[in-house]
């Protein structure tokens, strides 16, 4: 990513959007789809409001 | 029904959990913006963001980059627009929980990403930093695999140019003494090219 074209760094929220399906396919190769924390310093107020988990049922669009 | 709740009620109405956090990150920087204070989503939730959710949880973590302190009160008025509930630095707004950190801490000499969210334009921290930190993180203070398969994930994305980063500045940063992972981050980053069958 060293080329001469420019770092981008502003995104609508089309290409935002639209970059969507790049990023999961590239994270997806790389060990379980999903990561998430087994615990942090936010676990009490997390687990209490997602019904013991640390974050909403994953729900992706 | 004005425009911020028209907007939350779009919000919670959002099923996909990363398109929801990101625009409740959006509206929360442009109410603290228009009172005059510039947030920057930052630690895992930046990752959330750069990974598309492969480490989501229920909070997004905000750093102010304006250097006047928010005070407390102010901060529970302008949450109280949203209809959030607890505070004075961690609320819960549309189901998810918003955490203000405190100043921000970038070394990165790149500039901060900006996505403009139906909501807001939303900061998020350098990729090069999301990068360095998870990289740390991964190593520091003992070896930790789940870390380290959150770093993997984000060069991951960084390697296959899905998120776009400049590979000197990585470089740079692993290298300051506040990082001190060049070593480690050059193996993980080989390791995670191996993986994607690219080269680092």
């Known amino acids: 990513m060293n080329s001469a074209q420019p770092l981008k760094t502003d995104w609508t929220w089309d290409e935002w959007q639209q970059s969507r399906a790049a990023r999961r396919a590239a994270a997806d190769k790389i060990g379980p789809v999903i990561v998430r924390r087994k615990e942090s310093s936010s676990d009490r107020k997390l687990r209490a409001a997602f019904k013991d988990e640390r974050g909403p049922d994953f729900n992706k669009g | ?200």
């Open chain 2, 1 to 200: 029904m004005d425009r911020t709740q028209q907007e939350l009620k779009d919000i919670e109405a959002t099923q996909d959990l990363l398109a929801r956090a990101l625009m409740l990150a959006g509206l929360v920087s442009r109410v603290f913006r228009e009172a005059g204070w510039e947030l920057v989503v930052v630690g895992g939730s930046a990752v959330e963001f750069y990974t598309e959710g492969a480490y989501m949880s229920g909070d997004i973590d905000f750093c102010r980059q304006t250097l006047a302190p928010i005070p407390l009160r102010r901060a529970q008025d302008l949450m109280a627009q949203l209809g959030a509930t607890g505070g004075p630095r961690s609320w819960k707004v549309a189901g998810l929980f918003v955490d203000l950190l405190g100043l921000l801490e970038n070394e990165s000499v790149t500039p901060c990403r900006t996505i403009a969210s139906p909501c807001g334009a939303i900061k998020v921290i350098p990729a090069e930093m999301a990068v360095v930190e998870r990289a740390l993180s991964a190593f520091y203070p003992k070896p930790d695999s789940e870390a380290k398969a959150v770093a993997k994930k984000m060069l991951a994305v960084c390697l296959s140019g899905a998120t776009p980063v400049d590979w000197n500045e990585i470089e740079r940063l692993s290298r300051l003494p506040a990082f001190d992972v060049e070593k480690e981050l050059s193996a993980l980053k080989a390791e995670v090219a191996r993986e994607l069958g690219t080269t680092a």
